[in-house]
């Protein structure tokens, strides 16, 4: 019995402490989601044909972009893009005191919680990484990017502020340094004063786009340069009309939240796509985690 005692407790403290490190599972892998997403189709009632989400198309009812798989790929496009969704499901005691004989654990309330979900890669200098997560409209999404020490292969769970953090400092308005990488000409702004930039594409880019033949899911439709970047769609159709809402923010350094290097946060119904761009000119090691909560 008093063995019970003491392995019990320290099972609990096992399970605490193990919900406050960022999940690092999605590493980059070899999936790619169909074009346009996956067609979402039915019968339609009383009538011949398939029915979808989106109504009708000229060649009958449209085969609209469905949503993302929870498949990872290797970053370099959106349908290429690494989940980062968080993970449900873990639990934790919300009280913690003796165990005496007459206890049990199933007397300790537990809460469930999301823990952040992280994926740790090596992104090239003058290339950019796609991310992908899933987030509901009745909960806030908050997504963050932490330089890595070369070489990490996990999430740290902070940044080192390190190079991607000194990457511009010292630079003064109009100088080569502080030319913004990503546009090739704007002045650099609060949100471009790191070495990574992390640009946030919200559900809208999934909305189908007239200009598109179904399947239609717009972010996944438009084609990228080589350095990640969308380009514009068919029939030069403008990036901001090719992908709905276009960039819906950028991470930028939060004062609240210290041990982050760049931090967004905001509420979403749907699929979110993160495009992280690196504008130094060396390689840089970066964690792209995501979590929701209330």
Same mark, same amino acid.
């Given at each position: 019995?008093?063995?019970?005692?003491?392995?019990?407790?320290?099972?609990?403290?096992?399970?605490?402490?193990?919900?406050?490190?960022?999940?690092? *599972?999605?590493?980059?892998?070899?999936?790619?989601?169909?074009?346009?997403?996956?067609?979402?189709?039915?019968?339609?009632?009383?009538?011949?044909?398939?029915?979808?989400?989106?109504?009708?198309?000229?060649?009958? /009812? @449209?085969?609209?972009?469905?949503?993302?798989?929870?498949?990872?790929?290797?970053?370099?496009?959106?349908?290429?893009?690494? =989940?980062?969704?968080?993970?449900?499901?873990?639990? /934790?005691?919300?009280?913690?005191?003796?165990?005496?004989?007459?206890?049990?654990?199933?007397?300790?309330?537990?809460?469930?919680?999301?823990?952040?979900?992280? @994926?740790?890669?090596?992104?090239?200098?003058?290339?950019?990484?796609?991310?992908?997560?899933?987030?509901? *409209?009745?909960?806030?999404?908050?997504?963050?990017?932490?330089?890595?020490?070369?070489?990490?292969?996990?999430?740290?769970?902070?940044?080192?502020?390190?190079?991607?953090?000194?990457?511009?400092?010292?630079?003064?308005?109009?100088?080569?340094?502080?030319?913004?990488?990503?546009?090739?000409?704007?002045?650099?702004?609060?949100?471009?004063?790191?070495?990574?930039?992390?640009?946030?594409?919200?559900?809208? =880019?999934?909305?189908?786009?007239?200009?598109?033949?179904?399947? =239609?899911?717009?972010?996944?439709?438009?084609?990228?340069?080589?350095?990640?970047?969308?380009?514009?769609?068919?029939?030069?159709?403008?990036?901001?009309?090719?992908?709905?809402?276009?960039?819906?923010? /950028?991470?930028?350094?939060?004062?609240?939240?210290?041990?982050?290097?760049?931090?967004?946060?905001?509420?979403?119904?749907?699929?979110?796509?993160?495009?992280?761009?690196?504008?130094?000119?060396?390689?840089?090691?970066?964690?792209?985690?995501?979590?929701? @909560?209330?």
């Amino acid at each position: 019995m008093k063995l019970l005692k003491v392995i019990i407790p320290v099972l609990f403290l096992v399970a605490l402490f193990g919900v406050v490190v960022p999940v690092s *599972a999605d590493l980059p892998g070899t999936n790619e989601d169909p074009f346009g997403g996956y067609p979402i189709t039915g019968t339609i009632p009383g009538g011949e044909g398939v029915v979808a989400k989106f109504g009708l198309s000229p060649f009958g /009812y @449209a085969l609209p972009g469905g949503v993302p798989s929870f498949r990872s790929g290797d970053g370099t496009t959106p349908r290429r893009a690494i =989940n980062i969704s968080g993970i449900w499901g873990q639990e /934790y005691p919300t009280a913690m005191g003796p165990i005496l004989a007459s206890e049990s654990p199933d007397s300790f309330t537990v809460t469930t919680i999301e823990l952040p979900n992280c @994926a740790t890669l090596k992104i090239p200098a003058g290339k950019a990484r796609w991310f992908k997560l899933e987030a509901y *409209a009745d909960r806030r999404t908050q997504i963050w990017l932490d330089d890595e020490l070369d070489g990490a292969k996990t999430a740290s769970g902070r940044a080192t502020f390190g190079a991607a953090d000194q990457y511009m400092l010292g630079t003064t308005p109009g100088d080569g340094w502080g030319v913004n990488s990503l546009q090739n000409s704007a002045p650099q702004t609060s949100n471009f004063l790191e070495g990574f930039v992390m640009a946030i594409y919200d559900p809208d =880019n999934l909305k189908p786009m007239s200009a598109f033949q179904s399947p =239609n899911a717009a972010i996944l439709t438009v084609n990228t340069d080589e350095r990640g970047l969308l380009l514009p769609g068919p029939d030069n159709i403008s990036v901001t009309d090719a992908t709905g809402a276009d960039i819906h923010g /950028y991470g930028s350094y939060n004062s609240n939240i210290t041990n982050h290097l760049l931090w967004y946060e905001g509420r979403f119904a749907g699929w979110v796509f993160v495009m992280v761009y690196n504008q130094m000119v060396w390689d840089g090691t970066a964690s792209v985690c995501s979590q929701r @909560a209330w």
